[in-house]
């Protein structure tokens, strides 16, 4: 996840709406000593879980439809997981391949017990289709055989998703620079690493180069810890739930920043406390603070990425 690594730093080097503050990086990282405290994957339990290859099928569904609940705000994470969850209970073959290529939009509502449509709703059939075609085509339906296929690297899954589902190539421009993002297709790994505890599907000898995933919590948690500064005009949009267009400079500064700052604060802590953690760990407790703190300011960009 080098390129993910290297395009947020280069980001936040030019950033213009956003600044990362290093010094407030250290207050937190000393105000808690360097333990991020520990989050359980699934805090939540609101998960599908049973050790095999259904729970893979399932975590690559849920992290295809991963992004932009805010929309409806009724709408959160926690449905798509627990609709997806109770469907697999109801019906094992809810997510078999050939089942996915033919969802309509209706039948996707019905299927997370939604009574209206979802946001971005075409686009997340679109991507539903996709999902199962080329899990047809390319691993015999099953999204275990993907996994299988990347050898227990964190990176070659990563590179294996992007390469065969467009819906997972999560990047921008940012002058004139290609910026790697990748959101949904490494928080799919991080599912796979915290379900599986870290064995058997989950088990991944490079898990440490996985980034957080830049989504529109954990920047809103930054902002709040002082960590994340926006100009006067930023600050303004989001305060005042004013959409930041996909792809604008703000926006991409936003993500980009969040990974360089989470990156900064992982290293910190690795300097001053002698600690080796993952950002995934970091990115599990900001996020979980940022869900349970409902009011939370945070961006608003219509996007499948996210
Ligand atoms: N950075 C980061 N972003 C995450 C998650 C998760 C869920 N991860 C599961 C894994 C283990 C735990 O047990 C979690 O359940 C969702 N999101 C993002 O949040 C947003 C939804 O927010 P709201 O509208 O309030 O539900 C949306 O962009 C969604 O894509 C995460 O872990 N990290």
Excluded at 109 to 132: A, C, D, F, K, T
Aim: charge should be negative; hydrophobic fraction near 40%; charged fraction near 25%.
């Amino acid at each position: 996840m080098e390129a993910v690594r290297a395009s947020a730093a280069w980001v936040a080097s030019r950033s213009s709406h956003v600044t990362v503050d290093l010094q407030e990086i250290e207050k937190v990282v000393d105000k808690i000593q360097g333990n991020v405290p520990k989050v359980e994957w699934d805090f939540e339990g609101i998960h599908y879980f049973d050790n095999g290859p259904l729970t893979v099928q399932y975590l690559f569904v849920l992290d295809a439809l991963n992004f932009c609940f805010w929309p409806d705000k009724d709408l959160s994470y926690d449905h798509l997981a627990s609709g997806l969850k109770l469907a697999l209970e109801k019906d094992k073959t809810a997510l078999d391949a050939d089942r996915l290529k033919n969802y309509t939009g209706p039948q996707l509502r019905q299927l997370l017990n939604w009574p209206r449509p979802l946001p971005i709703e075409e686009e997340r059939v679109r991507l539903l289709h996709e999902v199962g075609l080329e899990l047809e085509r390319n691993f015999g339906g099953q999204a275990a055989n993907l996994v299988k296929s990347a050898g227990n690297s964190a990176a070659t899954l990563i590179e294996l998703i992007t390469r065969h589902f467009p819906g997972f190539r999560d990047h921008s421009l940012y002058k004139g620079h290609q910026v790697f993002l990748y959101k949904r297709a490494q928080i799919f790994v991080a599912d796979l690493w915290g379900a599986f505890k870290g064995q058997n599907y989950g088990e991944f000898n490079d898990i440490n180069s996985i980034t957080i995933f830049a989504d529109y919590i954990v920047p809103a948690v930054l902002r709040e810890l002082g960590i994340l500064k926006y100009g006067s005009n930023l600050s303004c949009s989001i305060d005042s739930n004013r959409e930041i267009v996909p792809g604008s400079e703000e926006e991409v500064e936003i993500r980009a920043c969040s990974i360089y700052a989470v990156e900064k604060m992982r290293d910190l802590i690795g300097k001053k406390f002698g600690k080796q953690l993952l950002s995934i760990d970091i990115d599990l407790w900001l996020w979980s603070c940022g869900v349970q703190n409902m009011a939370l300011s945070h961006h608003r960009t219509l996007s499948i990425y996210y």
